[in-house]
Protein backbone atom coordinates (compact mmCIF):
# COMPACT_ATOMS: atom_id res chain seq x y z
CA UNK A 1 0.00 0.00 0.00
CA UNK A 2 1.52 3.62 -0.72
CA UNK A 3 1.94 6.04 2.09
CA UNK A 4 -0.62 8.58 3.21
CA UNK A 5 -0.99 11.50 1.67
CA UNK A 6 -1.61 14.95 2.82
CA UNK A 7 -5.20 14.92 2.68
CA UNK A 8 -5.24 11.51 4.05
CA UNK A 9 -5.92 10.49 7.89
CA UNK A 10 -3.91 7.36 9.21
CA UNK A 11 -6.88 5.69 10.58
CA UNK A 12 -11.00 5.57 10.12
CA UNK A 13 -13.30 5.27 12.78
CA UNK A 14 -14.79 2.37 10.58
CA UNK A 15 -11.71 0.34 10.51
CA UNK A 16 -10.50 0.70 7.09
CA UNK A 17 -7.62 2.23 6.20
CA UNK A 18 -8.43 5.46 4.43
CA UNK A 19 -8.00 5.77 0.21
CA UNK A 20 -6.54 8.13 -1.50
CA UNK A 21 -8.87 12.02 -1.63
CA UNK A 22 -9.98 11.45 -5.51
CA UNK A 23 -11.68 8.11 -3.95
CA UNK A 24 -12.81 8.99 -0.66
CA UNK A 25 -14.61 6.26 1.66
CA UNK A 26 -17.98 7.27 2.33
CA UNK A 27 -19.64 6.68 5.87
CA UNK A 28 -23.35 6.08 6.54
CA UNK A 29 -25.31 5.31 9.90
CA UNK A 30 -24.85 1.27 8.83
CA UNK A 31 -22.26 1.05 6.19
CA UNK A 32 -19.21 1.70 4.68
CA UNK A 33 -18.98 3.14 1.03
CA UNK A 34 -15.31 2.50 -0.28
CA UNK A 35 -13.32 1.42 -3.39
CA UNK A 36 -13.42 -1.84 -4.55
CA UNK A 37 -9.94 -3.54 -4.51
CA UNK A 38 -8.31 -6.27 -6.53
CA UNK A 39 -8.78 -8.90 -3.50
CA UNK A 40 -12.64 -7.92 -3.58
CA UNK A 41 -12.99 -9.86 -6.76
CA UNK A 42 -14.22 -12.66 -4.94
CA UNK A 43 -16.76 -11.27 -2.78
CA UNK A 44 -18.06 -9.58 -5.83
CA UNK A 45 -18.30 -12.32 -8.02
CA UNK A 46 -19.87 -14.32 -4.96
CA UNK A 47 -23.23 -11.49 -4.21
CA UNK A 48 -23.36 -10.94 -8.00
CA UNK A 49 -23.41 -14.67 -9.38
CA UNK A 50 -27.72 -15.06 -8.56
CA UNK A 51 -29.88 -15.21 -10.84
CA UNK A 52 -32.32 -12.92 -9.09
CA UNK A 53 -29.90 -10.24 -9.40
CA UNK A 54 -29.21 -10.04 -12.42
CA UNK A 55 -33.17 -10.53 -13.93
CA UNK A 56 -32.97 -6.99 -12.36
CA UNK A 57 -30.63 -5.57 -14.14
CA UNK A 58 -29.59 -5.18 -17.84
CA UNK A 59 -26.15 -4.72 -17.50
CA UNK A 60 -25.32 -7.75 -15.35
CA UNK A 61 -23.94 -11.22 -16.66
CA UNK A 62 -25.52 -14.20 -15.59
CA UNK A 63 -23.44 -16.59 -14.62
CA UNK A 64 -21.22 -13.48 -13.11
CA UNK A 65 -17.84 -15.37 -12.44
CA UNK A 66 -14.82 -13.88 -10.72
CA UNK A 67 -13.52 -13.07 -14.54
CA UNK A 68 -15.96 -11.10 -14.69
CA UNK A 69 -15.79 -9.14 -11.37
CA UNK A 70 -11.78 -8.50 -11.63
CA UNK A 71 -12.42 -6.76 -15.60
CA UNK A 72 -15.02 -4.85 -13.56
CA UNK A 73 -12.24 -3.54 -11.26
CA UNK A 74 -10.07 -3.43 -13.96
CA UNK A 75 -12.18 -0.36 -15.77
CA UNK A 76 -11.11 2.78 -15.35
CA UNK A 77 -13.12 5.43 -13.24
CA UNK A 78 -13.97 8.57 -14.24
CA UNK A 79 -13.16 11.59 -12.08
CA UNK A 80 -16.35 13.02 -12.05
CA UNK A 81 -17.76 9.22 -11.70
CA UNK A 82 -18.19 7.00 -8.63
CA UNK A 83 -17.49 2.95 -7.93
CA UNK A 84 -17.70 2.08 -4.26
CA UNK A 85 -18.06 -1.50 -2.61
CA UNK A 86 -21.14 -1.46 -0.16
CA UNK A 87 -19.98 -2.88 3.38
CA UNK A 88 -22.36 -3.12 5.98
CA UNK A 89 -20.75 -2.65 9.43
CA UNK A 90 -19.54 -5.13 12.21
CA UNK A 91 -19.60 -4.49 15.91
CA UNK A 92 -16.58 -7.05 16.13
CA UNK A 93 -15.57 -7.28 12.57
CA UNK A 94 -14.41 -6.00 9.58
CA UNK A 95 -17.39 -4.00 7.32
CA UNK A 96 -18.91 -7.23 5.44
CA UNK A 97 -19.56 -6.38 1.58
CA UNK A 98 -22.86 -7.11 0.40
CA UNK A 99 -23.24 -5.34 -3.11
CA UNK A 100 -21.92 -1.88 -5.51
CA UNK A 101 -22.79 1.62 -5.66
CA UNK A 102 -21.87 3.50 -8.76
CA UNK A 103 -21.93 6.98 -10.13
CA UNK A 104 -20.89 6.04 -14.38
CA UNK A 105 -20.43 8.88 -16.97
CA UNK A 106 -20.19 6.68 -19.99
CA UNK A 107 -17.45 8.55 -21.47
CA UNK A 108 -19.93 11.86 -21.73
CA UNK A 109 -20.11 15.63 -20.43
CA UNK A 110 -23.51 15.26 -19.40
CA UNK A 111 -25.54 13.54 -16.40
CA UNK A 112 -24.40 10.42 -14.90
CA UNK A 113 -26.34 7.43 -13.97
CA UNK A 114 -26.64 6.28 -10.42
CA UNK A 115 -26.49 2.08 -10.31
CA UNK A 116 -27.24 0.70 -7.08
CA UNK A 117 -27.29 -3.61 -6.53
CA UNK A 118 -27.05 -5.56 -3.51
CA UNK A 119 -26.47 -9.65 -2.80
CA UNK A 120 -29.71 -11.86 -2.67
CA UNK A 121 -29.75 -12.00 0.91
CA UNK A 122 -29.03 -8.64 2.03
CA UNK A 123 -32.40 -7.16 0.22
CA UNK A 124 -35.77 -5.55 2.11
CA UNK A 125 -33.28 -4.28 4.98
CA UNK A 126 -32.98 -0.45 3.08
CA UNK A 127 -29.32 -0.85 2.68
CA UNK A 128 -29.98 0.07 -0.98
CA UNK A 129 -31.41 3.18 -0.46
CA UNK A 130 -28.94 4.08 2.18
CA UNK A 131 -26.25 3.40 -0.30
CA UNK A 132 -27.89 5.87 -2.90
CA UNK A 133 -28.53 8.66 -0.37
CA UNK A 134 -25.03 8.40 0.19
CA UNK A 135 -23.96 8.21 -3.47
CA UNK A 136 -26.43 11.12 -4.48
CA UNK A 137 -25.29 13.31 -1.40
CA UNK A 138 -21.61 12.98 -2.84
CA UNK A 139 -22.34 13.56 -5.93
CA UNK A 140 -24.29 16.91 -5.57
CA UNK A 141 -22.04 18.02 -2.26
CA UNK A 142 -18.50 17.20 -3.30
CA UNK A 143 -18.54 16.75 -7.41
CA UNK A 144 -20.87 19.67 -7.63
CA UNK A 145 -22.90 17.45 -10.17
CA UNK A 146 -26.37 19.44 -11.71
CA UNK A 147 -28.62 16.14 -12.32
CA UNK A 148 -28.52 12.74 -12.08
CA UNK A 149 -29.87 9.92 -13.87
CA UNK A 150 -31.10 6.08 -13.04
CA UNK A 151 -32.38 3.77 -14.97
CA UNK A 152 -34.71 0.88 -13.64
CA UNK A 153 -36.64 -2.32 -15.43
CA UNK A 154 -40.03 -2.14 -15.30
CA UNK A 155 -40.12 -5.64 -14.05
CA UNK A 156 -38.44 -4.80 -10.52
CA UNK A 157 -40.57 -2.43 -8.51
CA UNK A 158 -38.07 -2.72 -5.36
CA UNK A 159 -35.27 -1.00 -7.46
CA UNK A 160 -38.41 1.81 -8.07
CA UNK A 161 -38.88 2.44 -5.01
CA UNK A 162 -35.51 2.79 -3.82
CA UNK A 163 -35.64 5.50 -6.67
CA UNK A 164 -38.61 7.00 -5.41
CA UNK A 165 -37.14 7.80 -2.12
CA UNK A 166 -34.58 9.00 -3.21
CA UNK A 167 -36.38 11.64 -4.87
CA UNK A 168 -35.52 10.72 -8.62
CA UNK A 169 -38.90 11.99 -10.91
CA UNK A 170 -39.41 9.58 -13.94
CA UNK A 171 -38.95 11.08 -17.23
CA UNK A 172 -39.51 8.54 -20.09
CA UNK A 173 -40.17 4.91 -20.66
CA UNK A 174 -37.61 3.06 -23.20
CA UNK A 175 -35.95 -0.21 -24.42
CA UNK A 176 -32.96 -1.42 -23.51
CA UNK A 177 -30.89 -4.30 -24.53
CA UNK A 178 -29.45 -6.94 -21.45
CA UNK A 179 -26.01 -8.07 -21.43
CA UNK A 180 -25.43 -11.79 -22.19
CA UNK A 181 -29.05 -12.30 -24.03
CA UNK A 182 -29.21 -8.75 -26.30
CA UNK A 183 -32.75 -9.43 -25.05
CA UNK A 184 -34.94 -6.00 -25.61
CA UNK A 185 -36.58 -4.86 -22.42
CA UNK A 186 -38.56 -2.11 -21.28
CA UNK A 187 -36.76 0.22 -18.86
CA UNK A 188 -38.29 3.58 -16.75
CA UNK A 189 -35.65 6.16 -16.41
CA UNK A 190 -36.00 8.87 -13.80
CA UNK A 191 -33.55 12.50 -12.95
CA UNK A 192 -32.78 14.59 -10.19
CA UNK A 193 -31.44 17.76 -10.05
CA UNK A 194 -29.51 19.54 -7.71
CA UNK A 195 -32.73 21.93 -6.77
CA UNK A 196 -34.68 18.77 -6.15
CA UNK A 197 -32.06 17.35 -4.02
CA UNK A 198 -31.54 20.53 -1.86
CA UNK A 199 -34.98 20.54 -0.84
CA UNK A 200 -35.89 17.13 -0.03
CA UNK A 201 -32.84 16.24 1.85
CA UNK A 202 -34.30 14.77 5.03
CA UNK A 203 -31.75 11.30 5.36
CA UNK A 204 -28.87 10.78 7.36
CA UNK A 205 -25.57 12.89 6.41
CA UNK A 206 -22.71 11.06 5.58
CA UNK A 207 -19.29 11.15 6.64
CA UNK A 208 -16.22 11.38 3.92
CA UNK A 209 -12.92 10.69 5.59
CA UNK A 210 -10.80 13.07 3.71
CA UNK A 211 -9.90 16.07 5.57
CA UNK A 212 -10.53 18.38 2.31
CA UNK A 213 -13.74 16.49 1.59
CA UNK A 214 -15.48 17.30 5.50
CA UNK A 215 -14.53 20.61 5.47
CA UNK A 216 -16.46 21.02 2.49
CA UNK A 217 -19.56 19.10 4.15
CA UNK A 218 -19.18 20.31 8.06
CA UNK A 219 -17.17 23.94 7.43
CA UNK A 220 -15.36 25.26 10.39
CA UNK A 221 -17.61 24.17 12.66
CA UNK A 222 -17.43 20.78 12.36
CA UNK A 223 -16.31 19.89 15.22
CA UNK A 224 -19.29 21.26 16.99
CA UNK A 225 -21.82 19.60 14.51
CA UNK A 226 -20.59 15.93 14.94
CA UNK A 227 -20.06 15.91 18.41
CA UNK A 228 -23.14 14.05 19.76
CA UNK A 229 -21.97 10.49 18.97
CA UNK A 230 -21.81 11.41 15.04
CA UNK A 231 -25.83 10.65 14.41
CA UNK A 232 -24.36 7.24 13.47
Known sequence: MSELSDTEEPDSPCGWPLMAAVRPAIETRRLILRP????????????????????????????????????????????????????????????????????????????????????????????????CHAAIDYAFLHQRHERLLFACRVTNPAGRRVIEKCGFQMVAQELASVVGSGAAVAIDRFRIDRSTWESIRAWEPLRVHTREAERAEWGERRVELRAPAERI
Not at 90 to 116: E, K, N, Q, S, Y
Open 36 to 131: PLDDDAEAIARLANSAAVARNLIGMPHPYRIEHARAWLAEPVDPRGQRHLVCRKGFDAAPTPIGVVTLDMHGRVGPGWIGCWLGERHWGQGYATEA
